[in-house]
T-cell receptor, first 116, second 108 residues
Framework: ETGVTQTPRHLVMGMTNKKSLKCEQH?????MYWYKQSAKKPLELMFV???????ENNSVPSRFSPECPNSSHLFLHLHTLQPEDSALYLC???????????????FGPGTRLTVT | GQQVMQIPQYQHVQEGEDFTTYCNSS?????IQWYKQRPGGHPVFLIQ?????EVKKQKRLTFQFGEAKKNSSLHITATQTTDVGTYFC????????FGTGTRLQVFP
Protein backbone atom coordinates (compact mmCIF):
# COMPACT_ATOMS: atom_id res chain seq x y z
CA GLU A 1 0.00 0.00 0.00
CA THR A 2 1.38 3.43 -0.90
CA GLY A 3 -1.59 5.60 0.01
CA VAL A 4 0.14 7.02 3.10
CA THR A 5 3.92 7.23 3.27
CA GLN A 6 6.12 8.07 6.22
CA THR A 7 9.80 8.94 6.48
CA PRO A 8 12.06 8.00 8.04
CA ARG A 9 11.06 4.44 8.93
CA HIS A 10 13.55 4.28 11.79
CA LEU A 11 15.08 7.09 13.81
CA VAL A 12 17.53 7.12 16.70
CA MET A 13 18.08 10.47 18.35
CA GLY A 14 19.65 11.87 21.47
CA MET A 15 17.69 13.89 23.97
CA THR A 16 19.22 17.16 22.75
CA ASN A 17 18.62 16.55 19.04
CA LYS A 18 15.98 18.11 16.81
CA LYS A 19 14.42 15.95 14.14
CA SER A 20 11.25 15.84 12.06
CA LEU A 21 8.95 13.07 10.93
CA LYS A 22 7.21 13.41 7.58
CA CYS A 23 3.91 12.00 6.37
CA GLU A 24 2.32 12.29 2.94
CA GLN A 25 -1.07 11.01 1.82
CA HIS A 26 -2.03 10.40 -1.80
CA UNK A 27 -5.71 9.64 -1.17
CA UNK A 28 -7.28 13.08 -1.42
CA UNK A 29 -8.43 12.97 2.20
CA UNK A 30 -9.23 16.10 4.18
CA UNK A 31 -7.93 14.99 7.59
CA MET A 32 -4.60 13.73 8.87
CA TYR A 33 -3.56 12.32 12.24
CA TRP A 34 -0.55 11.53 14.38
CA TYR A 35 -0.71 8.54 16.73
CA LYS A 36 1.78 7.22 19.24
CA GLN A 37 1.87 3.47 19.71
CA SER A 38 3.63 1.88 22.66
CA ALA A 39 3.19 -1.13 24.88
CA LYS A 40 1.42 1.02 27.49
CA LYS A 41 -1.08 2.72 25.16
CA PRO A 42 -1.70 0.82 21.95
CA LEU A 43 -3.10 3.65 19.80
CA GLU A 44 -2.83 7.04 21.42
CA LEU A 45 -4.15 9.94 19.37
CA MET A 46 -1.81 12.94 19.45
CA PHE A 47 -2.98 15.47 16.87
CA VAL A 48 -5.74 15.86 14.32
CA UNK A 49 -5.71 18.20 11.34
CA UNK A 50 -8.93 18.79 9.47
CA UNK A 51 -8.65 20.87 6.27
CA UNK A 52 -5.15 21.89 7.47
CA UNK A 53 -6.51 23.24 10.75
CA UNK A 54 -5.54 21.59 14.00
CA UNK A 55 -8.72 20.37 15.64
CA GLU A 56 -7.26 18.14 18.32
CA ASN A 57 -4.25 18.32 20.59
CA ASN A 58 -4.58 15.45 22.98
CA SER A 59 -2.56 17.00 25.83
CA VAL A 60 0.68 16.33 24.02
CA PRO A 61 3.88 17.82 25.52
CA SER A 62 5.26 20.85 23.69
CA ARG A 63 8.41 18.94 22.73
CA PHE A 64 6.19 17.52 19.96
CA SER A 65 5.23 20.18 17.43
CA PRO A 66 3.00 19.32 14.46
CA GLU A 67 2.85 21.16 11.17
CA CYS A 68 0.37 20.73 8.35
CA PRO A 69 1.28 22.95 5.36
CA ASN A 70 -1.44 21.46 3.15
CA SER A 71 -3.99 18.66 3.23
CA SER A 72 -1.49 16.14 1.82
CA HIS A 73 1.48 16.68 4.10
CA LEU A 74 1.95 16.41 7.83
CA PHE A 75 5.08 16.84 9.90
CA LEU A 76 5.95 16.12 13.50
CA HIS A 77 8.86 18.18 14.78
CA LEU A 78 10.71 16.67 17.70
CA HIS A 79 13.04 18.42 20.16
CA THR A 80 14.50 17.63 23.59
CA LEU A 81 12.68 14.30 23.75
CA GLN A 82 12.80 11.90 26.67
CA PRO A 83 13.58 8.17 26.59
CA GLU A 84 9.91 7.44 27.39
CA ASP A 85 9.01 9.04 24.05
CA SER A 86 10.50 6.01 22.30
CA ALA A 87 7.63 4.42 20.39
CA LEU A 88 6.13 3.80 16.98
CA TYR A 89 4.68 6.99 15.52
CA LEU A 90 1.90 6.40 13.05
CA CYS A 91 0.40 8.84 10.62
CA UNK A 92 -3.09 8.31 9.22
CA UNK A 93 -5.51 10.06 6.93
CA UNK A 94 -9.24 9.86 6.34
CA UNK A 95 -12.17 11.68 4.89
CA UNK A 96 -14.00 13.54 7.62
CA UNK A 97 -17.63 14.48 7.34
CA UNK A 98 -20.21 16.24 9.39
CA UNK A 99 -19.31 16.95 13.03
CA UNK A 100 -15.93 15.31 12.70
CA UNK A 101 -17.25 11.90 11.67
CA UNK A 102 -14.25 9.95 10.40
CA UNK A 103 -14.60 7.42 7.62
CA UNK A 104 -12.07 4.62 7.56
CA UNK A 105 -8.54 5.70 8.38
CA UNK A 106 -5.55 4.71 6.29
CA PHE A 107 -2.31 4.36 8.18
CA GLY A 108 1.26 4.79 7.08
CA PRO A 109 3.93 2.22 7.97
CA GLY A 110 5.11 4.28 10.94
CA THR A 111 8.40 5.63 12.22
CA ARG A 112 10.11 3.58 14.91
CA LEU A 113 11.68 6.21 17.18
CA THR A 114 14.33 5.46 19.78
CA VAL A 115 15.46 8.23 22.12
CA THR A 116 18.81 7.60 23.78
CA GLY B 1 -15.39 11.23 28.34
CA GLN B 2 -15.84 8.44 25.86
CA GLN B 3 -14.40 5.13 27.03
CA VAL B 4 -13.86 2.15 24.78
CA MET B 5 -12.90 -1.16 26.33
CA GLN B 6 -11.87 -4.25 24.46
CA ILE B 7 -11.76 -7.73 25.96
CA PRO B 8 -9.83 -9.86 26.20
CA GLN B 9 -6.48 -8.08 26.10
CA TYR B 10 -4.73 -11.23 24.90
CA GLN B 11 -5.94 -14.51 23.46
CA HIS B 12 -3.90 -17.56 22.59
CA VAL B 13 -5.67 -20.24 20.55
CA GLN B 14 -4.80 -23.44 18.78
CA GLU B 15 -5.10 -23.25 15.02
CA GLY B 16 -8.65 -24.26 14.07
CA GLU B 17 -10.24 -22.92 17.24
CA ASP B 18 -12.63 -19.99 17.17
CA PHE B 19 -11.84 -16.53 18.53
CA THR B 20 -13.99 -13.61 19.64
CA THR B 21 -13.10 -10.10 20.74
CA TYR B 22 -15.56 -7.64 22.23
CA CYS B 23 -15.68 -3.87 22.10
CA ASN B 24 -17.76 -2.05 24.71
CA SER B 25 -18.61 1.62 24.89
CA SER B 26 -19.97 3.72 27.72
CA UNK B 27 -22.23 5.63 25.31
CA UNK B 28 -24.41 4.90 22.30
CA UNK B 29 -22.40 4.86 19.09
CA UNK B 30 -23.22 6.15 15.64
CA UNK B 31 -20.99 3.52 14.06
CA ILE B 32 -18.01 1.31 14.79
CA GLN B 33 -14.96 0.38 12.77
CA TRP B 34 -12.63 -2.62 13.05
CA TYR B 35 -8.94 -2.71 12.20
CA LYS B 36 -6.25 -5.40 12.17
CA GLN B 37 -2.57 -4.81 12.83
CA ARG B 38 -0.17 -7.60 11.95
CA PRO B 39 3.04 -7.89 14.02
CA GLY B 40 5.47 -5.27 12.76
CA GLY B 41 2.78 -3.69 10.61
CA HIS B 42 0.29 -0.87 10.81
CA PRO B 43 -3.48 -0.92 11.43
CA VAL B 44 -5.53 -1.82 8.38
CA PHE B 45 -9.25 -1.09 8.09
CA LEU B 46 -11.47 -4.16 8.01
CA ILE B 47 -15.07 -3.00 8.17
CA GLN B 48 -17.57 -0.44 9.42
CA UNK B 49 -20.90 -1.17 11.10
CA UNK B 50 -23.65 1.44 11.24
CA UNK B 51 -27.04 -0.11 11.92
CA UNK B 52 -28.36 -1.51 15.19
CA UNK B 53 -27.99 -5.30 15.21
CA GLU B 54 -26.04 -5.28 11.97
CA VAL B 55 -24.07 -8.41 11.09
CA LYS B 56 -21.44 -8.48 8.36
CA LYS B 57 -19.22 -11.32 7.21
CA GLN B 58 -15.85 -11.42 5.53
CA LYS B 59 -14.94 -15.05 4.85
CA ARG B 60 -14.23 -16.51 8.32
CA LEU B 61 -14.74 -13.15 10.10
CA THR B 62 -18.15 -12.16 11.46
CA PHE B 63 -18.74 -8.64 12.76
CA GLN B 64 -21.75 -7.71 14.84
CA PHE B 65 -23.11 -4.41 16.16
CA GLY B 66 -25.21 -4.63 19.31
CA GLU B 67 -28.89 -3.81 19.32
CA ALA B 68 -28.29 -0.88 21.68
CA LYS B 69 -25.30 0.27 19.59
CA LYS B 70 -23.04 0.24 22.63
CA ASN B 71 -21.01 -2.85 21.84
CA SER B 72 -19.65 -4.87 19.00
CA SER B 73 -17.92 -8.18 18.45
CA LEU B 74 -15.54 -9.72 15.96
CA HIS B 75 -15.65 -13.50 15.67
CA ILE B 76 -13.16 -15.59 13.71
CA THR B 77 -14.15 -19.14 12.84
CA ALA B 78 -11.44 -21.79 12.62
CA THR B 79 -8.46 -19.51 13.16
CA GLN B 80 -5.40 -19.75 10.97
CA THR B 81 -1.85 -18.57 11.62
CA THR B 82 -2.52 -15.71 9.20
CA ASP B 83 -5.05 -14.31 11.70
CA VAL B 84 -2.27 -13.43 14.14
CA GLY B 85 -2.23 -9.77 15.08
CA THR B 86 -3.95 -7.13 17.17
CA TYR B 87 -7.57 -6.27 16.47
CA PHE B 88 -8.77 -2.76 17.29
CA CYS B 89 -12.23 -1.29 17.31
CA UNK B 90 -12.68 2.40 16.59
CA UNK B 91 -15.70 4.50 17.58
CA UNK B 92 -16.73 7.87 16.20
CA UNK B 93 -17.57 10.73 18.50
CA UNK B 94 -16.23 14.08 17.32
CA UNK B 95 -13.16 12.05 16.37
CA UNK B 96 -12.29 8.39 16.00
CA UNK B 97 -11.32 6.78 19.31
CA PHE B 98 -9.63 3.40 19.29
CA GLY B 99 -10.11 0.65 21.81
CA THR B 100 -7.25 -0.93 23.69
CA GLY B 101 -6.96 -3.80 21.23
CA THR B 102 -6.97 -7.59 21.51
CA ARG B 103 -3.77 -9.40 20.64
CA LEU B 104 -4.39 -12.77 19.02
CA GLN B 105 -1.76 -15.49 18.92
CA VAL B 106 -2.46 -18.68 16.99
CA PHE B 107 -0.42 -21.80 17.63
CA PRO B 108 -0.09 -24.28 14.73
Amino acid sequence: ETGVTQTPRHLVMGMTNKKSLKCEQHLGHNAMYWYKQSAKKPLELMFVYNFKEQTENNSVPSRFSPECPNSSHLFLHLHTLQPEDSALYLCASSQVGYRGFSYEQYFGPGTRLTVT
Amino acid sequence: GQQVMQIPQYQHVQEGEDFTTYCNSSTTLSNIQWYKQRPGGHPVFLIQLVKSGEVKKQKRLTFQFGEAKKNSSLHITATQTTDVGTYFCGVNTDKLIFGTGTRLQVFP
